[in-house]
């Protein structure tokens, strides 16, 4: 469309509003001045230029904003002015993001059932020597059935006695199922804590413990510090070996005449046995004593050796020494020397630990020996009785004889 004939359509159509608009203008209706015929069409002729006149500007304006000046005139129709506008934001096409495949689970793992420790629990008091059963409840989570093959085998620590594997199983454990594993342990004879290790293996040799990071589990003792005896010399008498003879003391072969532990107290040969409610020299009955007696020959002894005792720290040897009364309740004239030796085990090195010299005065001596220098070492104690001359009367008693602690 030309512009001429869009100027013409736009008057057209805004020519009835100019109408409207006049006719909205007009006074309201009251007395007007007297005027003639000439004023009124004057007014008129007027009113008809104005509204012209603003028609003309309103169609100028139009065309000024329709079309610049230095626009090349065409037919093409504008786009419309409703038409979407491109968006502003640059849209990010979708990423695929790979879906996460599961973890396998292992063939060979394990968590711990409830309760894992079925017997001892950590820090348990174990007697010092004693055996003990470890169970623990153990739960299969890997993929693998556990067999016959699959052992429990011990890593570090504190062995325990354990052995060096055992199966844990009989039959089958399959996956998701529990087992209580069981192993014979002993506890050490000296006390403190102690803690040993273990894991499992599967037949191929392969070695796993419980968890992601394959950790190894464990059993926990502790032995008590005991106190009180821990060596009783007179319980102990009857699996030493006895023998007699006479000085120097013969040590190898415990004397150079066997006797057999328990008497008679008639033997010549000399005896060692338990005897209950005794009158000593100092006029008191004892309950159990050791008697000793030296062959009967001059400068004879007896000696008694004992079975292994591994010493531990604050250990110490206590007894009281004297003599047997005679019938009437006196004296007599028992004179003798009594001594405690000891060897380590293995070894034919003898060391004299204490040695007493007593007669029969009325009175019985108590004796204290240290073993403080040997904690930690098993040793064989020798108990050694010299006549010191005549042997006659020499009925040694040794009372309360043991190893304290």
């Not at 309760?115 to 153990?138: H, Q």
């Amino acid at each position: 469309m030309s512009p001429l004939r869009s100027r013409n359509l736009l008057i057209v159509a805004i020519a009835p509003m100019m109408i409207v608009l006049s006719a909205c203008n007009m006074p309201a209706q009251s007395t007007p001045p007297e005027q003639g015929p000439g004023t009124i069409h004057t007014v008129a002729a007027q009113t008809v230029e104005a509204q012209m006149t603003q028609a003309a500007n309103i169609v100028q304006q139009a065309a000024s904003q329709e079309a610049p000046a230095d626009a090349q005139l065409t037919d093409t129709p504008p786009p419309p002015t409703d038409a979407p506008l491109p968006p502003t934001a640059t849209s990010v096409p979708p990423t695929n993001v790979p879906i996460p495949s599961p973890t396998p689970i292992p063939c060979d793992y394990f968590i711990f059932g409830t309760p894992v420790d079925v017997t001892i629990p950590d820090g348990t008091d174990i007697e010092a020597g004693a055996a003990f059963t470890k169970t623990w409840r153990l739960k299969n989570s890997g993929s693998c059935t556990w067999t016959s093959g699959y052992e429990i085998v011990f890593i570090s620590g504190d062995n325990l006695s354990a052995p060096a594997s055992l199966s844990i199983t009989g039959g089958t454990v399959a996956p998701g199922q529990t087992v209580d594993i069981s192993i014979n342990l002993v506890a050490p004879a000296t006390p403190g804590l102690y803690r040993g290790y273990f894991k499992l293996r599967n037949p191929g040799g392969v070695i796993f413990g419980w968890g992601p990071q394959s950790k190894s589990f464990w059993v926990e003792i502790e032995v008590p510090e005991k106190h009180g005896v821990m060596f009783d010399f007179l319980a102990a008498a009857s699996a030493a070996e006895w023998g007699t003879g006479t000085e120097p003391i013969d040590f190898d072969h415990v004397g150079d005449t066997d006797i057999n532990y328990g008497g008679p107290d008639t033997d010549a040969n000399g005896f060692a046995m338990i005897k209950d409610a005794q009158k000593l020299e100092d006029g008191k009955v004892t309950g159990k004593i050791l008697e000793t007696h030296p062959k009967w020959v001059n400068n004879s002894y007896i000696i008694g050796r004992y079975l292994p005792y591994k010493v531990s720290a604050g250990d110490y040897i206590r007894a009281k020494i004297g003599f047997i009364a005679l019938a009437d309740g006196s004296c007599g004239a028992g004179n003798a020397i009594f001594r405690i030796y000891y060897a380590k085990q293995g070894e034919t090195t003898y060391y004299q630990l204490g040695s007493w010299s007593e007669t029969c005065d009325g009175s019985t001596r108590k004796i204290t020996v240290e073993l403080d220098n040997l904690a930690g070492q098993t040793v064989q104690f020798y108990l050694v009785v010299l006549a010191n001359g005549d042997p006659g009367q020499d009925w040694a008693v040794w009372d309360s004889l043991g190893v304290m602690r």
